[in-house]
């Protein structure tokens, strides 16, 4: 099996070898008040858990279905809270970008920078990524097959980025409908980069409201054991405290209340799939 790389944010090391890290937070800035609130009742759940966590934002959500949807509170306003915030907290952060000029200001506050999967294949956005000497995780898009993220890899590389992750968000199932293929994950964990498992945005109906993204949270959990069984790197979700009221994203994100008990029950099956490891080379 290919040696397996890591990626090092402050005390959270990601690594297909290593326990997991999750990434969690709200899918967009709604607030600063709600969502500093948001980042801290999650890093007490992680401490009290004693697990890596690196707190997610998105100060935009460009692909929204509806152009009269709430997509965020922009990017100035936005980073100069995140700024404040991870001090404070003492977080490592993860943000999204959607164009190569952002990612050197984004880089300021993030330490590590996140390609959203409609954007995966946009070379010049991951050459800025990469040139900001940050880690970026680039979400696998949804029309895109496995072997072929290894493209999004090599041009990473080729700019020679400080750290790649890979993060699998389920495949196009016809019209309105995802599908995971967790033999991905295996495909993916063969290009040596820490992968990561995103079990909310995975969930989602595409459209499926009309005017909005639908989602089914009642998979989440399934879809989140089958993956950490898998030894990866990482898991990926987010969760608000009222998802029915949330402007983005609500039908497939975790209540936030349920994030302990989730983490938990995880946290359990990885170190199960950790002992596992060496019968599952033995398959190969």
Not at 56 to 61: E, M, P
Not at 254 to 270: C, F
Request: proline share 5%; aromatic share 8%; glycine share 8%.
């Amino acid at each position: 099996m290919t040696k397996q790389k890591e990626v090092r944010v402050g005390k959270a090391v990601f690594s297909n070898d290593r326990p997991l890290v999750y990434i969690a937070g709200p899918c967009v800035i709604e607030t600063e008040k709600s969502y500093a609130a948001e980042a801290a009742e999650l890093k007490r759940v992680f401490a009290s858990l004693r697990t890596p966590f690196v707190l997610k934002a998105s100060f935009d959500k460009a692909n929204r279905t509806s152009h009269g949807s709430f997509r965020g509170i922009g990017m100035e306003r936005a980073l100069s809270f995140l700024k404040e915030l991870k001090h404070r907290l003492d977080l490592p952060l993860v943000v999204d970008v959607h164009e190569p000029a952002q990612a050197g200001r984004v880089a300021e506050a993030a330490d590590i920078l996140q390609v959203p999967a409609f954007l995966c294949r946009q070379t010049d956005l991951l050459f800025a990524c990469a040139d900001t000497g940050r880690a970026v995780n680039v979400k696998k898009g949804q029309f895109l097959s496995p072997w072929e993220a290894e493209n999004i890899v090599k041009k990473l590389e080729s700019r020679g980025a400080a750290g790649i992750m890979l993060t699998e968000r389920g495949s196009s199932f016809g019209y309105g409908n995802l599908v995971v293929d967790m033999r991905a994950l295996e495909i993916m964990k063969d290009f040596g980069y820490p992968v990561i498992f995103d079990c909310t945005h995975s969930v989602q109906r595409p459209g499926g409201l009309g005017t909005a993204t639908g989602g089914d949270r009642r998979f989440v959990l399934p879809l989140a054991k089958a993956a950490a069984a898998l030894k990866i790197a990482g898991l990926f979700f987010e969760a608000h405290p009222r998802p029915e009221k949330a402007l983005s994203d609500g039908p497939n994100s975790l209540r936030l209340a349920s994030v302990a008990g989730m983490v938990s029950a995880i946290n359990k099956l990885d170190r199960l799939a950790a002992g596992l490891k060496d019968i599952d080379s033995k398959t190969r």
